[in-house]
Every structure is written in C-alpha cells, then in structure tokens.
C-alpha cells in the first residue's frame, strides 16, 4: 500500500489526474467504474506482479504499466524462471525446487542456503540457513509455512 500512496503522490507531482483503486476480488467492476485511461500498476506479489490483474486489463483494453501476462506469471514462479534463465545462458545459483518435508528433516544442501516460496513476491517466507545453522528453520513444520508443499532452495550468494 505504501508503494501505491507514494506513487499516487509523485504522479499527482507531475500533474497527472489519479484515482487509486484498492484492489480487491471486484477489480474489473471497480476499473468499469473509474474508467481509466491508463493503469499504473503499483501492486506487489501476487496479483500485481503474477500476470492476473494484467490478463484482467488486458481483457478489459485498459493500457498499463508493467510487465505482460506471460512475462509476469513465467517472473512469478522462480522455479521456471530459473529454468528460462538457464535455457538462455544466463547463470543461476546452485539449486532446485524440493518437498517442504524433505527440507524440514535435514539440510538439503550444505548451509548457508536460501529457502523460498515458489511463487511469492521477493521477500515473502524468505529464510537464509546460515553456515554453522544445526537445522533447517522450524517454521517449515511448524504451521507458520503456508505457501505450499515445494519450495526453491539455492545456494547462498552473499552481496546486495
């Protein structure tokens, strides 16, 4: 939200007319009703970043900042995007996608490694097992991982 009031702000700065909308499950009612003449789409995670509320502009002919549909869902789901990357030469970290299961009962690699959720925004059920780390973290077992039954592990690359 904080993102979308900062832009809301700077693009009211630069004199542009803005409605904000606060997504929700009426979105295509909601934009019938505000009649945009474009759409910036300041939204994060999914919805904004996963390709659905761009298949809902795209539908309904309403421009829009961002990526497409495709380019959205395949940035989405890191264990494809990982698969494109690679199939076009670019260099991934060591790793793969593993059952929570699995992860929970023992390092699937030796630490530090970065365990995420598969279709999350960026930071979303991030956690770093640390070098000297005994176990993997708890929260894989206990209820507080709610983002499905498979996760991405990588290697650990330290920088920015």
């Known amino acids: 939200l904080s993102s ?6 700077a ?3 630069e004199g542009f007319r803005v409605t904000p909308v606060d997504v929700g499950h009426h979105l295509a009612q909601q934009l019938a009703e505000v009649a945009p003449d474009v759409c910036f789409n300041a939204l994060h995670g999914k919805w904004g970043e996963d390709g659905c509320v761009q298949g809902v502009l795209e539908i309904m ?3 829009y900042t961002h990526s497409g549909v495709l380019a959205s869902a395949l940035a989405m789901d890191k264990d494809k995007a990982r698969a494109i990357y690679v199939q076009h030469g670019l260099d ?10 699995d992860l929970a009962r023992d390092h ?3 630490p530090p490694y970065v365990i995420k959720p ?11 097992v640390r070098e000297g780390a005994n176990r993997p973290p708890k929260e894989l077992t206990d209820g507080t ?14 920088g920015r």
């Open 118 to 128: 598969p279709a999350e925004g960026s930071s979303f059920g991030v956690f770093i």
């Open 4 to 9: 979308g009031h900062e832009c809301v702000k």
């Open 108 to 110: 699937i690699m030796a």
């Open 145 to 158: 991982w709610t983002f499905g039954k498979r996760a991405l592990v990588e290697k650990f690359i330290p």
């Open 61 to 63: 002919g309403i421009p």
């Open 11 to 13: 693009l009211e700065g």
């Open 92 to 101: 991934v970290a060591e790793g793969g996608m593993y059952d929570v299961e």
